[in-house]
């Protein structure tokens, strides 16, 4: 059984979650609007450097809804604060016996909007992120 999320962490504003069938650009689009109207500031999207992520469409997407794409580099998914959501999440759905997809995307997106709204994710991003921003200055 598979659920395919998106997923937007805010570590000022509202976090998100949404589900779709395959994840093309358009989807990638269609988030990304979803983002917007739950955040009236312009909000700053970290990614990976999936295809749909750099597709030309997401990109005018995110410049027309005045959303900053910040790419991480290759192989990097310490660097993206949502991951450490992500690992948590996945120790609950394990803990659960799941009958259908309908009941496996409730459990994700409780689980997950319930850890978004923990600051304690985005503190531990900055600790490593700074700890990686200083072994990089003095190599």
């Known amino acids: 059984m598979k659920a395919n999320a998106n997923a937007f962490y805010a570590i000022n504003g509202n976090s998100v979650i949404d589900f779709k069938e395959s994840s093309k ?24 450097n999936s295809k749909t992520h750099h597709a030309d469409i997401t990109i005018k997407k995110a410049k027309q809804l ?3 794409l910040v790419f991480l580099p290759p192989y990097s998914p310490d660097l993206n604060p949502i991951e450490f959501i992500w690992k948590s ?13 309908t009941q496996l995307r409730d459990l994700i997106k409780n689980e997950y909007m319930k850890l978004a709204k923990s600051k304690s994710f985005a503190n531990n991003w900055m600790k490593i992120f700074d700890e990686q921003i200083k072994s990089v200055m003095n190599s």
């Open 66 to 68: 005045d959303i900053t």
């Open 89 to 101: 999440v996945r120790k609950e759905i394990l803990k659960e016996f799941i009958e259908s997809v």
């Open 25 to 48: 650009a358009k989807d990638v689009c269609e988030f990304l609007g979803r983002i917007k109207e739950e955040n009236e500031y312009d909000p700053i999207v970290v990614l990976d």
